[in-house]
């Protein structure tokens, strides 16, 4: 059943799906690489000014305490961890009070396995590397999520 009509190529959804490079679409693209740039850099700038905090202690305990909230905070707001030197995963640096260690103990506060778990432990500032933030898990706890 040869329809005349029918028989006639439709190339613009094809085309469409297939090649997404309208203009906009490509403005979009280079826009998302030159922020993954950027944010690459911001990374890096951050990364570099902690390092020269690594083996020290700000003080005291509460002092030590407000050093790490805030580089916490400026790391949150750029979407970053630090990245525990133990384990690897993403954390959030925290110091806690610990017997032995009167300016407190520098930790890796992370959750593994659904256990909040604390790595670390020095009483000096560990050395940092940034990691990206990790994406929240939306209402599919009852999916296993592998890796
Ligand atoms: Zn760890």
Partial sequence: MIDPGSTRPKPTRAE???EPAEPGGLAIVELERELHRLQRSIRLTIQSHLQTLAGQSFG???Q???MVASIHS???SHGFRVQCSECGHPAILRVSPRTGI??????FDHT???RRTFHGG???MPEIRLVAKPTRKKARDG???AG
Avoid: P, T, W, Y
């Fill in 122 to 124: 020095r009483a000096v």
């Fill in 60 to 62: 005291s305990l509460s």
């Fill in 74 to 76: 400026l790391l949150d």
């Fill in 143 to 145: 999916k296993k999520a």
């Fill in 112 to 114: 593994i396995e659904r």
């Fill in 102 to 107: 009167e300016q407190g103990a520098f930790v």
């Fill in 16 to 18: 469409q799906e297939c």
């Fill in 64 to 66: 030590n305490q407000q």
